[in-house]
C-alpha cells in the first residue's frame, strides 16, 4: 500500500473488539461468543493487521448499523462509557471521511454509536 502512495486506512469493525468488549450489553457478549464468533475473531485479526500496516490508520467501531437516513446526531470517543446502541450507516460513513482528514484519533479506535 505505502508503494502505492496510500498513507492512512479507516476501517470499519464493530463495538465489541479488542478493548470494546465491556461496551456491549450482555446479550451480545453471548452471542459475540457464539453465533458471532467467527466473525469476531476476524475484526480481531483485521484490526492486528491495520495497527501492523506501518500506516497511519484509525478504527471505527460503531454499534448496530441501521438503515436509517443520516441525523448527525451520535456519540464517539475513546470513553468506555459509550455503549453499543443503533447508528445509521449514513452517520458512520460521516464519521469515516472525517478520519481521512482529522488526526483526532490518529492510532486509536474509536467508538461510535
Known amino acids: 500500500m505505502q508503494a502505492a502512495g496510500v498513507k492512512r486506512l479507516v476501517v470499519v469493525s464493530s463495538i465489541g473488539v479488542g478493548d470494546s468488549k465491556d461496551q456491549v450489553p450482555l446479550a451480545f457478549k453471548m452471542l459475540m461468543k457464539t453465533v ?9 485479526k483485521q484490526e492486528a493487521a491495520v ?6 490508520w484509525v478504527i471505527v467501531r460503531p ?4 438503515d436509517g437516513p443520516y ?12 455503549k453499543a446502541g443503533q447508528i445509521s ?16 484519533f490518529l492510532h486509536q479506535a474509536p467508538s461510535i454509536s
Open 36 to 44: 458471532l464468533k467467527a466473525a469476531m475473531e476476524e475484526k480481531e
Open 51 to 56: 495497527r501492523a500496516s506501518g500506516l497511519d
Open 63 to 66: 454499534g448496530g448499523l441501521t
Open 71 to 82: 441525523t448527525g446526531n451520535y456519540k464517539f470517543g475513546l470513553e468506555k462509557s459509550i
Open 89 to 104: 450507516r449514513a452517520d458512520v460513513a460521516e464519521f469515516v471521511l472525517n478520519q481521512l482528514t482529522d488526526d483526532t
